[in-house]
T-cell receptor, first 114, second 112 residues
Framework: AQSVTQLDSQVPVFEEAPVELRCNYS??????LFWYVQYPNQGLQLLLK??????LVKGINGFEAEFNKSQTSFHLRKPSVHISDTAEYFC????????????FGSGTRLQVQP | KAGVTQTPRYLIKTRGQQVTLSCSPI?????VSWYQQTPGQGLQFLFE???????NKGNFPGRFSGRQFSNSRSEMNVSTLELGDSALYLC???????????FGPGTRLTVL
């Protein structure tokens, strides 16, 4: 079975500073990888996804992530964060065959301080 | 195009009752998935429907059930509610199976 580990439950950062949210996964078969953001009292919004091709994926709101197969990681980065980026971020995987439900990590709360 | 809508947004029930939550997918989307989100267990997959058929099911007891109608709208039902069923229930729709999922705002269920 696949699993996702988000290494940091909370990441405080100052506005305009860079940030990296870490995600590692475990799976015996190929997976697709996703990052979602959840603002308070809202559902999940897709930030970016890796299905195949270039390992550097660019998403919305200036976020990007890099797929590293050898390290089974999919870390999310942003060079300069804004107050409005304060939210919960979830990394998720989905198998490319068979059972295709999303498996989520436990989430990382990004707190951007002025 | 309207997004995924879920009704009601908030619900309070007592133990032993049953509840039905509704999800209307994005127009044209035929697949609907349900997830439960709790502080302790995080986001967990409940089930997935496509063309009125359950295609995939998570590891939840039989008290959790769902269905999909011919217009792709979906409902999930939880019977004999327990305190631990208090959660945010998220619905996601996709055009077909295995496509990108778009999430609704969720229904927050509180069981007293």
């Amino acid at each position: 079975a696949q699993s996702v580990t988000q290494l940091d439950s909370q990441v405080p950062v100052f506005e305009e500073a860079p940030v990296e949210l870490r995600c590692n996964y475990s799976s015996s078969v190929s997976v697709y990888l996703f990052w979602y953001v959840q603002y308070p009292n809202q559902g999940l919004q897709l930030l970016l996804k890796y299905l195949s091709g270039s390992t550097l994926v660019k998403g919305i709101n200036g976020f990007e992530a890099e797929f590293n197969k050898s390290q089974t990681s999919f870390h999310l980065r942003k060079p300069s964060v804004h107050i409005s980026d304060t939210a919960e971020y979830f990394c998720a995987v989905r198998l490319d065959t068979g059972r295709r439900a999303l498996t989520f990590g436990s989430g990382t709360r990004l707190q951007v301080q002025p | 195009k309207a997004g995924v809508t879920q009704t009601p947004r908030y619900l309070i029930k007592t133990r032993g009752q049953q509840v039905t939550l509704s999800c209307s997918p994005i127009s044209g989307h035929r697949s609907v998935s349900w997830y439960q989100q709790t502080p302790g267990q995080g986001l967990q997959f409940l089930f997935e429907y496509f063309s009125e058929t359950q295609r995939n099911k998570g590891n939840f007891p039989g008290r959790f059930s769902g269905r999909q109608f011919s217009n792709s709208r979906s409902e999930m039902n939880v019977s004999t509610l327990e305190l631990g069923d208090s959660a945010l229930y998220l619905c996601a729709s996709s055009l077909l199976l295995n496509n990108e999922q778009f999430f609704g705002p969720g229904t927050r269920l509180t069981v007293l």
